[in-house]
């Protein structure tokens, strides 16, 4: 196991430009999570795929976030017309098989924009 | 809304000593409670994960306890560490989210030598 692989780790952006975050989970894990943390708190959940159909989606992934898993292996996060407000790590996760639950978590993508 | 409290927000402990982090949640439909640490700079690690049928899991150092009719449940640490300096969160999901995880804000713990 190579573990949950986010790209990139870091990234400064002016506000306004557009950001795409990748995410490779563990091989044959079906499920896989975006999560947003900031600064002192917990991560938020945003959304989750399970293969390349998405099943839920957190009221926090605003109209300018749209992820994609389109052959359930790999997925993207994008963030159109970036805001301060979504500096944050972007943290990706994975779990094997649909009856399991056990989550792990990727590095993480630091995103900073000023 | 918060579906799940963690208290404290910070710890402090001497090495040798047991940590103590509490956690409480409103939804009965909860039916998965892992706690993670996170390092600076890292992603969140699991560290023990329990379900809500037992009432007590050891693994190593690290011992869930849960108690279903209070809806709390709390990590210990015995023989807490300087390497076990970290941030602390519990977690809770269920099923038919997809066991998309709830977290709580996190505990700071700093064990000091």
């Known amino acids: 196991d190579t573990g949950v692989s986010q790209d990139p780790r870091h990234k400064i952006t002016k506000r306004g430009q557009n950001v795409t975050f990748r995410c490779d989970p563990i091989?044959?894990?079906?499920?896989l999570y975006w999560y947003r943390q900031t600064l002192g708190q917990g991560p938020e959940f945003l959304t989750y795929?399970?293969?390349?159909?998405?099943?839920?989606k957190s009221r926090l992934l605003s109209d300018r976030f749209s992820a994609e898993r389109p052959k359930g292996s790999f997925s993207t996060l994008e963030i159109q017309r970036t805001e301060q407000g979504d500096s944050a790590m972007y943290l990706c996760?994975?779990?094997?098989?649909?009856?399991?639950?056990?989550?792990?978590f990727g590095e993480g993508s630091w995103l900073t924009v000023v | 809304q918060q579906q799940v409290k963690q208290s404290p927000q910070s710890l402090i402990v001497q090495k040798g000593g047991i940590s103590i982090i509490n956690c409480a949640y409103e939804n009965t439909a909860f039916d998965y409670f892992p706690w993670y640490q996170q390092f600076p700079g890292k992603g969140p690690a699991l560290l023990i994960a329990?379900?809500?049928?037992?009432s007590e899991k050891k693994e190593g150092r690290f011992t869930i306890s849960f108690n279903k009719s209070a809806k709390q449940f709390s990590l210990h640490i015995m023989d807490s560490q300087p390497g076990d300096s970290a941030t602390y969160f519990c977690a809770a999901s269920k099923a038919n989210s997809g066991y998309a995880l709830n977290f709580g804000k996190g505990t700071s713990l700093l064990v000091t030598p």
């Open positions: 795929f399970q293969n390349e159909a998405q099943l839920e």
């Open positions: 329990i379900r809500p049928d037992v």
């Open positions: 091989s044959e894990h079906n499920r």
């Open positions: 996760a994975s779990s094997p098989r649909s009856w399991e639950n056990t989550i792990y």
